[in-house]
């Protein structure tokens, strides 16, 4: 079982991203199940939505507590929200910013790092701060669970509101192309 | 029925493939009710039910399903529509849940006593007040006592398929009954899980032809009266009455058998198969059960697993059919264990716990054997009921079993969350 955790603010497509990135597990012969946590819709509030892989039959259907992997698709949100909460060790963080590695504040669960200017690409391809498909190239690149072709079909299966298709294969293609991968050696402690 | 019983019970006939796809409940929903080639759906949107009436209004615009669409004023004139859609002969759909069913409810308590066979999803959802948009069974159990056939599913492919079995158990000449499909707000109507979409083909195969409403029909050339005032206090009005009641009463009756005949058939020509009324998840040799009621069974099925592992004799028993009562196939299941421990996603307020567990007490007293028991509620307002929930509800109930006096209070699972 693999369970990734997507943290977004309303209206940036998080929820959606973890439901394309599901259909392109399902379409890798994986199960999948994805969970959007519940609130009213209220573009700008944190959201949260739960992502589960497995080979078998996945038959819990909750919220996921101890993620493997948490995806943000949002620079600012680690100001108001604790994205780490219950992070198994050696996790792995898929982060929109524009900061370098030495400038972020990890905790010690984590141990790579996937780091994509998510903000400066949306706005170039869609003139808004959209990075829901750009964070699912930056996942693909930086996990390798899932392969850019699946996530490419899943994308033509899906119906998008704000943006037309071509410009989220862009995004998912930069996305993957210009994420910036780092692993976290961990000193023992002394 | 035993887990093991439903594997060997799969295709016996070979389906056409069947395209795998990744749907929410909600849109597994829409997508049972196209299979199922209604005439006729009404509907009005409500939270958590919205997307479903979306997907269903997107299939009837993209022409992949041939059915009029009544965008109505509110819940009470959709199913007021489908009942004269019904009395038409067409074969009619809904959904709705919380307030628009309250809203429902005048014609909503009409239509198994006109014994139309309309379905009506509930996108379940607790109730208010205090304010909440969010999943729990409140509105389902509150209403459970209006004459409708209840049925709850545990995930998203047996919302799919459920809701297409729905159309052939409520018109079943000796049912002749509504359904409900009862499918949890949130974690199904939200959740979007791989399934497997049956072919068209053998679905209509499964249907047969359509012979909705045969014995009452809004005909020209036929009139007749519907719905009648059955006359005073004395006389023959009382005995009329009394016919209709007790037809419902052998309809419902009626419904237990229909129920495991149609999900034979569905494992025979689709190939995936449901325990129709109980489940028996790893019961045969267990000492001590705990109950469960739709999407919270995958988390207690795991749980189970982990505490088999640990050497705990425990099984669990899913109840998919609520209404009617499953009281015989029940009292099979709970004749194997010596302790119960249920779990209620909404509360019996008459009672002080959860509306499962007041039932069941009914059917352990039918037993003739005093079984320990005890009453737990959690997932309200949406709330989770996770793995270590489940681990509290499976100590508390093995303590039963070893001789700790049972609650006369409810357990609330979320109480602090």
Known sequence: MYEVRF??????????????????????????????????????????????????????????????????????????????????????????????????????????????????????????????????????????????????????????RDAGLAQNMTALERGYAETVVHQIERRAAA | MTTETLEKAVATEVPRKQKVILAEGNEAA????????????????????????????????????????????????????????????ARTYTATCGPGLAFMFEPYFRTPGMRLPIVLTIVTRDGITPQSVWGGHQDAMTVREAGWIQVYCENVQEVLDTTVMAFKIAEHHDVMLPVNVCLDGNYLSYGASRVELPDQADVDAFMGEKDVNWHVALDPLRPMAVDPLTGGT?????????????????????????????????????????????????????????????????????????ARDAGKKVGLIKIKTFSPFPVEALKKSLAKVRALGVIDRSVAF???????????????????????????????????????????????TEALLNGATAPTEPVWLNEKD
């Open chain 1, 7 to 160: 943290h977004g603010r309303g209206g940036q497509g998080s929820v959606m991203a973890s439901g394309i990135l599901a259909a392109a597990m399902v379409e890798e012969g994986k199960y999948a199940v994805s969970i959007p946590s519940f609130g009213f819709e209220r573009r700008g509030a944190p959201v949260v939505s739960f992502l589960r892989m497995s080979e078998r039959e996945i038959r819990q259907l909750t919220n996921i507590y101890q993620p493997d992997c948490i995806v943000c698709v949002d620079p600012t949100l680690t100001k108001s929200v604790d994205i780490f909460a219950g992070m198994k060790a050696g996790g792995t963080l898929v982060q929109a910013t524009h900061r370098p590695l030495a400038e972020l504040t990890l905790p010690d669960c984590v141990s790579t790092v996937g780091l994509l200017d998510a903000v400066k690409i949306a706005l170039e391809i869609f003139k808004r701060p959209i990075t829901n498909t750009l964070m699912l190239g930056a996942f693909a690149r930086t996990t390798g669970v899932v392969s850019l072709d699946s996530l490419k079909r899943a994308l033509e299966d899906s119906d998008f």
């Open chain 2, 350 to 396: 008459r009672w002080n716990c959860g509306p499962m567990y007041q039932e069941t007490l009914g059917v352990l007293y039918r037993l003739g054997r005093h079984i320990p028991s005890m009453s737990f509620i959690g997932g309200l307002a949406g709330a989770d009921i996770t793995i270590p929930h489940v681990h509290r509800v499976i100590a508390d």
């Open chain 2, 30 to 89: 829409a997508l049972g009710v196209a299979l199922a080639r209604p005439d006729m759906v009404s509907v009005y949107p409500i939270t958590p039910q919205s997307s479903l009436v979306e997907h269903l209004a997107k299939l009837i615009a993209d022409g992949r399903m041939d059915a009029d669409i009544v965008d109505a004023e509110g819940e009470h004139s959709v199913l007021s529509v489908l009942q004269g859609g019904a009395l038409a002969g």
């Open chain 2, 234 to 306: 004395t006389g023959k009005g009382p005995q009329t009455f009394v016919r209709y009641r007790k037809g419902q009463c052998r309809g419902m009756q009626n419904a237990l058998s229909v129920i495991e005949e149609v999900h034979a058939d569905w494992a025979k020509r689709i190939g995936r198969s449901f325990a129709p009324l109980v489940e028996e998840y790893r019961l045969d040799d267990a000492e001590f059960a705990i109950m469960t009621l739709g999407s919270m069974t995958g988390a207690a099925k795991d749980a189970i697993d982990e």
